[in-house]
């Protein structure tokens, strides 16, 4: 099993930058698709970008493109989401979750069976 735990939520202005870490324990993420979701008040929980367990194939939500990059150090065993020009809209807790080992990524929370605790980004316009 692999525990995982985010760090880097806070607060930040409109257009401004923030990078979230999820630091992960109990096993290597390189066997692990990943994935970032959010989740604003009132709404489901959506994901934001993916990373396939190779790290060779990334996916974004059409919202986020071009602004958020994810990425995986294997050798620190974290996995990040860099948020560039960031909007009010980005406002909401953030989760990172792991599949199953080697698996494929999916759109779908209910498919990832490891989720970290959320940390809240809040951007003030």
């Known amino acids: 099993q692999v525990q995982l735990v985010e760090s880097g939520g806070g607060l930040v202005q409109a257009g401004g930058s923030l990078t979230l870490a999820c630091a992960a324990s109990?096993?290597?993420?390189?066997?692990?698709?990943m994935g970032w979701f959010r989740q604003a008040p009132g709404k489901e929980r959506v994901l934001v970008a993916a990373?396939?367990?190779?790290?060779?194939?990334?996916y974004y939500t059409d919202s986020v493109k071009g602004r958020f990059t994810i990425s995986k150090d294997n050798a620190k065993n974290t996995l990040y989401l860099q948020r560039n020009s960031l909007k009010p809209e980005d406002t909401a807790i953030y989760y990172c979750?792991?599949?199953?080992?080697?698996?494929?990524?999916?759109?779908?929370?209910?498919?990832?069976?490891?989720w970290g605790q959320g940390t809240q980004v809040t951007v003030s316009s």
């Open positions: 979750a792991a599949r199953i080992i080697r698996g494929y990524v999916t759109k779908n929370p209910n498919d990832y069976p490891y």
């Open positions: 990373i396939s367990w190779s790290g060779r194939s990334s």
């Open positions: 109990g096993r290597t993420i390189s066997v692990y698709p």
